[in-house]
């Protein structure tokens, strides 16, 4: 499987600020995700990040609040904006690989102040 | 109705128990079936796919029911080192996954 790795690991931040998270595939994949995962709560599905085009959000998350990029097939970032604590959260990034199997990395853990 | 629903548990067994989860998913379009581990603190990690004709891996077992929209997971011969949350998901073709809640497991010796 992919190897993924994803800064920063964890961080603290102020209310009003930005963090942006970035999320690196050791090959090429075409699909890949970021979820959330909020204290005590699985997984949720916030947008699926597509090389070359906008991003493709669920519902209850907006672009404005959390863009995307994909610039290329191996690299990916999400932005979490004006923060606020109920962003406090881990966020994962995912690439999909054959027969719709899924890994993860290994996620940045997010505290708001 | 939540799309995939899980017992949360937490199951608490001895070592050398057999332990079952059981999944139950809303959607019947569903195409895509896997269980996936979460330790403490980490993300989750694919334990299997799951196959309509049931599969086996090692002391895991996981069966797959279309009619009934329902999935498990057999563990046998429990080892300490199975103790984690254990994930249900499934998805569409072309989707993300839908995660369930999962289910605690807490081995003891």
């Known amino acids: 499987s992919a190897v993924i790795s994803q800064k920063p690991s964890r961080d603290i931040c102020q209310r009003g600020t930005s963090l942006t998270i970035q999320c690196q595939v050791d090959?090429?994949?075409?699909?890949m995700f970021w979820y959330r995962q909020q204290p005590g709560q699985s997984l949720t599905l916030i947008a699926t990040a597509n090389q070359g085009s906008e991003a493709t959000y669920e519902s209850g998350f907006v672009i404005d609040k959390f863009p995307i990029s994909r610039p290329n097939l191996t690299f990916s970032t999400l932005t979490v904006s004006n923060m606020s604590p109920e962003d406090s959260s881990i966020y994962l990034c995912s690439v999909q690989e054959i027969a719709d199997t899924q890994y993860f990395g290994p996620g940045t853990r997010l505290t708001v102040l | 109705r939540k799309e995939v629903e899980q017992d949360p548990g937490p199951f608490n067994v001895p070592e050398g128990a057999t332990v079952a989860f059981n999944c139950t998913y809303s959607?019947?379009?569903?195409?895509?079936f896997f269980w996936y581990r979460q330790d403490c603190r980490k993300e989750p990690k694919l334990l299997m796919s799951v196959y309509s004709s049931g599969n086996e891996d090692g002391r895991f077992t996981a069966q797959l029911n279309r009619a009934s929209q329902y999935i498990s997971l057999l563990i046998r011969d429990s080892k300490l080192s199975d103790s984690a949350t254990y994930l249900c998901v499934v998805n569409m073709e072309g989707t993300a996954l839908i995660f369930g809640k999962g289910t605690t497991l807490s081995v003891s010796s």
């Open positions: 090959s090429q994949v075409t699909m």
């Open positions: 959607n019947s379009a569903s195409q895509s």
